[in-house]
C-alpha cells in the first residue's frame, strides 16, 4: 500500500510539474514555431558544382530528388534560391518562397535542369549542350566555389527592386548556403585562403553546409577539411557514395529546424493526438515501386490518389509525403520501413535536447540530457509520461553503434525532470546521436550530428624575463638573481636589529628595577 501511495504521489507530482514548468521553458505555451506553415524565415541558396567531375560521383543525378526532398521540408515562409558554379558562377533562381505549390514546381525544374558536361579529360568527348550555349565555353572541370559563394551572399543580403531592405536584417531570419561538389575540387582549400569571405559570411551571420560526394585524394585530417564552415556556425558532409546525400539533406534540414520525429522501423506506427502534422521520407528500392499506407480507418493513400491536406512528392529513389491534421491511432506503412527512412512531426509535445555546439573535444565527456516541452495543455500529460524509457544510441565515425539509457532525475534549477546520460567521443569525425523517448502511446526522437575534434591547447608563452642562464664554460649556472629565496635583506636585518636591541634594553632595566628592589627590602 505504501509503494502505491509512493508511486501515485510520484506520478501526480511529475504531472503538475510538467505542467507549470515545461511550457514556460524556452518559450511560453501555444508556441506557434513548431506547426506545419513554420514562421521560421530561412532563406537558403544551394550551390551545385556542374564541373565535369561531378558526372563521375553522381552519375544518376541523386542530388536532385534530395534537394527538392529539402525545399518540401521547409515552412511556407522559407525561401530558397539555386546556383550552378563550373569556372563561373550562374543564379538559376533567385530567393523564391517554398510555400506556394507554383513557385516550389518552378524551383524543382530548375533543379531538373542542372546536369553535368563532359568530363575533358575525356578524350574525343564534348561538353553537354543541355544547359545551353555558355556551358560550351567553360572549362569542364573547373569548380569556381569562390565566386559561387559571392553569388550566394549576393543574393541573401540584396533587396528587391521595390527598395525593400535585405532579407537578412529582418527578425528571425536565418542565412545558410549549402555547397554541393565533388570531394576532389579543392573547394576547402580555395575557401580556406579566401579571408575576405570568411570575414564577410560571419558579418552576415550566414552559415555555410557542405556535401562533399566521393573519395578525397589528400589524405587530410577530416576538421582541416571543415575547418571553413566551422568559423561560419556551419559544417562538413562528406559522403562517398551518392546514394547517401538525401541523408545530408535531411541532417541540414535538422540542424536548422530542429524538427520532432518518430520512429518507423516497424510497419506500424502510433500517431499521438499531438501531432498536427507529418512528413514520410522514404526510400525507394527501385524506380517502380509504388509506395502506399493506410491511416486507422482503413483509407488508402497513394501518390496519384488526391487527398485533401496531403502532399505527395514522387521520384524515382525517394517520396516525400506530408499530410496534415494526420487521424490519431496505429497506421500501416505499405512504403518500406528503416534506419534509412525518416517521419518529421509537427507536434505539441517535444523532446528538447542540450545539444547546441556542433563540434566537441575527442576524449572529453559528452553529457546528454533530454526533457519534454508542452505546449499543448489538453493532452493527458500523466498518463503519457507513465512508464518512459528515453535512450540514446550513438553512432561513430568508425561504424560502430553504442547504446545508451537516459535516467530521470530533477534538474538542480527549476522543477524540470531531466533525462540523463553521458558518452565520450573517442576519434575525431563525425557522431550521429539519436535520442529517442518512448511512454505509454506516443514516441519521439531526436536526431543530432556532431563533429568530434582533438583539442589542441595554445603553446605557452616563453618569460620575458630570462631568470638564470647556463654557462657552458664553467659547465655550471650562474644565476642572475643572487638573493636567494632565504637570504636576509638589510631592511630585513637593520628591523633584526632594532627588535633586538629593545628587548635587551627591556630585560636589563627590568633586571635593574628587581636588583633595586632587593636593595630597598634588605635596608
Known amino acids: 500500500m505504501t509503494v502505491w501511495f509512493n508511486r501515485r ?122 544547359l545551353g550555349k555558355e556551358q560550351g565555353k567553360e572549362q569542364a572541370d573547373k569548380a569556381n566555389v569562390t565566386e559561387a559563394i559571392d553569388s550566394a551572399i549576393k543574393m541573401l543580403t540584396k533587396g528587391d527592386n521595390k527598395g525593400s531592405k535585405s532579407p537578412l536584417t529582418a527578425a528571425g531570419t536565418v542565412g545558410t548556403i549549402i555547397l554541393l561538389y565533388d570531394a576532389k575540387s579543392d573547394v576547402e582549400e580555395a575557401l580556406g585562403k579566401d579571408r575576405v569571405i570568411e570575414k564577410t559570411l560571419k558579418d552576415n551571420g550566414i552559415k555555410v553546409f557542405a556535401i562533399a560526394i566521393g573519395d578525397k585524394a589528400e589524405k587530410e585530417p577530416a576538421k582541416s577539411s571543415g575547418a571553413f564552415y566551422k568559423a561560419t556556425g556551419g559544417f562538413f558532409y562528406p559522403v562517398r557514395q551518392a546514394s547517401g546525400i538525401y ?50 480507418e482503413g483509407m488508402k493513400y497513394l501518390p496519384d490518389k488526391k487527398i485533401e491536406g496531403v502532399d505527395w512528392l514522387v521520384s524515382d529513389t525517394l517520396d516525400v509525403i506530408k499530410i496534415k491534421d494526420p487521424m490519431p491511432g496505429a497506421w500501416s506503412l505499405n512504403l518500406g520501413y528503416g534506419r534509412e527512412n525518416m517521419a518529421y512531426i509537427w507536434t505539441g509535445l517535444r523532446l528538447e535536447v542540450n545539444m547546441e555546439d556542433l563540434y566537441q573535444d575527442t576524449g572529453k565527456p559528452l553529457l546528454l540530457e533530454a526533457w519534454f516541452k508542452l505546449d499543448d495543455l489538453a493532452l493527458n500529460l ?67 550530428t556532431i563533429a568530434a575534434e582533438k583539442y589542441e591547447q595554445p603553446k605557452a608563452e616563453p ?26 635583506t638589510f631592511t630585513r636585518a637593520v628591523a633584526y636589529f632594532i627588535i633586538i636591541n629593545i628587548v635587551s634594553l627591556a630585560g636589563i632595566v627590568g633586571y635593574a628595577k628587581r636588583m633595586k628592589l632587593k636593595r630597598q627590602v634588605g635596608t
Not at 527501385?286 to 493506410?294: F, G, N, V
Request: charged share 30%; hydrophobic share 40%; aromatic share 6%.
Open 9 to 130: 504521489i510520484l506520478g501526480y507530482g511529475i504531472y503538475i510539474v510538467m505542467l507549470s514548468v515545461i511550457c514556460s521553458y524556452d518559450q511560453a505555451c501555444g508556441d506557434a514555431n513548431h506547426g506545419l506553415d513554420v514562421v521560421r524565415g530561412l532563406n537558403v541558396v544551394i550551390a551545385v558544382e556542374g564541373s565535369g567531375r561531378m558526372r563521375e560521383v553522381d552519375p544518376r543525378m541523386l542530388f536532385a530528388p534530395a534537394a527538392k526532398m529539402f525545399i518540401t521540408l521547409l515552412g511556407k515562409n522559407d525561401r530558397v534560391g539555386v546556383i550552378r558554379f563550373a569556372d563561373k558562377a550562374e543564379s538559376l533562381s533567385d530567393l523564391t518562397a517554398v510555400g506556394n505549390n507554383s513557385d516550389r514546381e518552378t524551383l524543382f525544374k530548375t533543379i531538373d535542369k542542372i546536369s553535368w558536361p563532359e568530363s575533358s579529360k575525356q578524350p574525343g568527348k564534348q561538353p553537354s549542350k543541355q
Open 247 to 296: 541523408m545530408r539533406f535531411a541532417s541540414i534540414f535538422e540542424n536548422l529546424t530542429s524538427p520532432m520525429m518518430i520512429p518507423i522501423e516497424k510497419p506500424k506506427i502510433k500517431i499521438d493526438e499531438s501531432i498536427r502534422a507529418i512528413a514520410f521520407v522514404i526510400k525507394k528500392n527501385s524506380p517502380t515501386k509504388q509506395l502506399s499506407l493506410d491511416d486507422p
Open 382 to 448: 500523466e498518463q503519457m509520461l507513465s512508464d518512459i524509457t528515453v535512450k540514446a544510441e550513438v553512432l561513430g565515425p568508425d561504424g560502430i553503434k553504442t547504446s545508451l539509457s537516459l535516467d530521470s532525475r530533477m534538474a538542480v534549477k527549476g522543477s524540470r525532470v531531466l533525462y540523463v546520460n553521458q558518452f565520450i567521443p573517442m576519434k575525431d569525425g563525425n557522431y550521429k546521436i539519436e535520442i529517442t523517448a518512448a511512454g505509454n502511446g506516443f514516441e519521439r526522437r531526436r536526431v543530432l
Open 463 to 488: 618569460p620575458t624575463e630570462k631568470m638564470q642562464k647556463y654557462d657552458r664554460t664553467l659547465d655550471k649556472f650562474v644565476f642572475m638573481r643572487t638573493t636567494k629565496k632565504r637570504d636576509m
